[in-house]
């Protein structure tokens, strides 16, 4: 089992920034990939950022240049760093974990971004 906490939400203006980070903790060895989805109201969750182990990221379209992940895996974290907000980034995110044969979800943080 993995458990993930999840915190750095928040209230933000258009073009401000945010970091969230991603805390695992119980059988993290056994972790392979690590990302973060979102959830707008009304919308169908999608996947923003993914990292895999060896370091390989991807990125949705709509937060290349602007998100960055990245993962510390001597504290079984991973963090997004969001710049360039927008107010189309508003959503739930939620961090997301797989080892070989499941999935893990976080309860989510709320990104907020408006004027």
């Known amino acids: 089992q993995v458990q993930l906490v999840e915190s750095g939400g928040g209230l933000v203006q258009p073009g401000g920034s945010l970091r969230l980070s991603c805390a695992a903790s119980g059988s993290t060895f056994s972790i392979r990939a690590m990302g973060w989805y979102r959830q707008a109201p009304g919308k169908q969750r999608e996947l923003v950022a993914g990292t895999i182990s060896g370091g390989h990221a991807d990125y949705a379209d709509s937060v290349k240049g602007r998100f960055t992940i990245s993962r510390d895996n001597a504290k079984n974290t991973v963090y997004l760093q969001m710049n360039s907000l927008k107010p189309e980034d508003t959503a739930v995110y939620l961090c997301?974990?797989?080892?070989?044969?499941?999935?893990?979800w976080g309860l989510g943080t709320q990104v907020t971004v408006s004027s």
């Open positions: 997301y974990v797989s080892t070989d044969s499941v999935g893990y």
